[in-house]
C-alpha cells in the first residue's frame, strides 16, 4: 500500500465517525468505509452508512481510493431499504454473487491481472427422508396433497437453515403425521443436480425408531399416511423404485450389521458444534 | 378463476404477442404476462419482456390482475441490465429470494389468509476432502497458502456447481498437487453451521486410491505438500484432531470391511442422472 493511500484510508475512517460534511476535504470525504477481510476485500454494509447524499459519487471515488490500495474483491451487502443503490453498482461492473431475505450482496473484482477467487454461492438444497420402521416390520408412508405422483413415499421435506439433518428428520416426521421418533442411523445420500431454483438437490435418508404409533396426519401437506407392510411396500408396483432402493438398503445393513453412524463434536479452533457421520459394524439390535 | 379474471388474462396474453402500442384497451394492456406454476405462482423474467416504458405502472396493473386472479407466489427474475426495476419491486413488497450471476430473483407472496409456503434457497456450502493413501501407507498432505493454521491437512475445496463430491475430490487433488487418482469410497461427511457466507457447510471426505506418485504442487494455492506416513500424521501435535479422526476412520473401516459406496441411476420419472451413498460390507482387498 502507497504512504499516500494509506493516509486516504486514514482520513476516510476519521470521516466516517464525524459529520462528514463539517469537513472540506475535496474528494476524500464521500468515499465509504467498508469492513477489511483477510484476503484483502472490503465489504460495505448499506445498513451501517450515514445518510448517502449522492450514491454514484461516492462510489465512484470509493472505487479509484479501494484501486489505490490495491483492493481485490469489493463487496456491497444492499438492504431492501437501500435497493436504488443497485442500478449504480450494476452500471460501475458490479455483480450479484447472492441474496437472502432484506439483502442482495453485489461484488466487483477490482484486480485486473488475477482471476477472481471468488467462491460461488451455496447451490446445494438440502432435504431428508425418514424410514420409520415399527417392531412389527411395518413402514410409516405417506402420499403427499400436492405431489401425487407416487401413491406412497417417505415421510420428509426440507431442510431448514442451520438445522442437522437428523433433527429435521425427526421434525418432518412429527409435523407430517405426529409420530414422535429418536435416531438410528443414517441409510443413504442421494445427490443431483438441476433441480429446484437450478440447485443441486442433496437427499438423506435417516432411519428413525418410532416412539408412538398413532398417525395423525397434517391435512395442509399431506393426502394420506399409514403403516404399512415393508412387503407392501417394496411390491407395489407403482412406488418409485429408488424409495424401494432405500428400504432394501435398510434390510441389507440390518442384516448385514453396518450403518452409518452420527458422532458430535466441538472444532478444536472455531470453537463451534459439528455432526461428523461416518460408516461403522454394528450388532444387530442397534439397527 | 373468475371469468373476468380468465379474459383479462387472455387479454394481457394477446397484447404480449402484438405491438401493445396499437391497441387501446386501457389498463390491461401494460400488465406482465409471466410464466405459470404448478404451485399457481406466475414468474416474469425480465429478458423475456419487450420494452418496458413505465415500469412502475405495468407493475401495478400486473398486481391487481394476479390478485383478481387468486395468485400466490409472484417471481421477478430481474436481469443485471433491468437493475432499475429492483428498488420498484421493493417499494411494491417483493423481497430477495435468491441471486446469482446475472440476476436478482424477487417474490411477493399474495395470498393474505395463508402463510407463505415458498422454501428458502440453498443455504449449505459444499466441500470435499480426499484421504489418498499410497501402497506404503504414506498419505497425501498440503500446507494451503493462505490458511496457515494447521501445518498439514487433507487436499480439497469447493464442490464446483453441478459436480459430484467424488468428481470434486479428484479434480481438487490433480490441482493442488498434480497426483491423478481413483475413486474408492466416501469415507465421513461433517456438517457445520454459520460458515462462508453464513451459510452451514457439508465437507465430504473421499478416499482415493492414487495413480500417480509425482507431486507438482499449485504454487497459487499450495505452500507445501508430500507424502507423510500415515503414523506420523496421527501423532502430529499440531494436526486438527478432526482430520486425524478421519485418517483414523480411514484405518478402522478398512480393519472392519465397511464403507460408504456409490451407486449411479438414472431417476425413473425424472430421467434426470443421480448417485447415491450407502454404508456396505466389503472384502478388504477392495478398500
Chains 1, 2 share one sequence.
Not at 477481510?37 to 450515514?50: A, E, H, L, P
Not at 484486480?111 to 446445494?124: D, F, G, L, V
Not at 425427526?170 to 429418536?182: C, D, G, P, S
Request: proline fraction near 4%.
Amino acid at each position: 500500500m502507497s504512504p499516500l493511500s494509506s493516509n486516504l484510508k486514514t482520513i476516510a475512517f476519521r470521516c466516517s465517525n464525524v459529520n462528514k460534511r463539517s469537513f472540506s476535504l475535496g474528494r476524500i470525504e464521500m468515499a465509504f468505509v467498508g469492513k477489511s477481510d483477510r484476503f484483502n476485500g472490503v465489504t460495505v454494509y448499506s445498513r451501517d452508512q450515514n445518510h448517502v447524499e449522492n450514491f454514484a459519487e461516492n462510489l465512484q471515488q470509493s472505487l479509484e481510493q479501494w484501486d489505490a490500495e490495491k483492493k481485490r474483491g469489493v463487496w456491497f451487502k444492499v438492504a431492501l431499504e437501500e435497493s436504488d443503490w443497485i442500478p449504480v453498482l450494476a452500471k460501475n461492473g458490479f455483480n450479484y454473487h447472492h441474496a437472502r431475505d432484506g439483502y442482495v450482496m453485489m461484488y466487483k473484482w477490482l484486480p485486473t491481472h488475477e482471476a477472481s477467487n471468488i467462491p460461488p454461492y451455496a447451490h446445494t438444497m438440502l432435504g431428508v427422508g425418514a424410514v420409520v420402521v415399527n417392531e412389527k416390520d411395518d413402514l410409516l408412508v405417506v402420499c403427499e396433497r400436492y405431489n401425487r405422483i407416487t401413491p406412497w413415499k417417505l415421510p420428509g421435506g426440507y431442510v431448514e437453515p442451520g438445522e442437522n439433518f437428523v433433527d429435521a428428520a425427526i421434525r418432518e416426521v412429527y409435523e407430517e403425521t405426529n409420530i414422535r421418533t429418536e435416531f438410528k442411523s443414517v441409510l443413504c445420500l442421494r445427490h443431483a443436480h438441476g433441480g429446484q431454483f437450478s440447485c443441486s438437490d442433496l437427499y438423506t435418508v435417516i432411519c428413525l425408531k418410532p416412539m408412538t404409533e398413532d398417525i395423525l396426519k397434517d391435512d395442509r401437506e399431506i393426502h394420506d399416511c399409514k403403516w404399512m407392510p415393508i412387503a407392501d411396500f417394496l411390491a407395489h408396483p407403482d412406488i418409485h423404485e429408488l424409495n424401494k432402493f432405500f428400504v432394501q438398503k435398510f434390510l441389507d445393513n440390518r442384516r448385514d450389521g453396518v450403518a452409518i453412524e452420527s458422532k458430535h463434536g466441538i472444532h478444536q479452533l472455531l470453537k463451534k458444534p459439528y455432526t461428523v457421520y461416518h460408516a461403522s459394524t454394528q450388532t444387530s439390535s442397534k439397527m
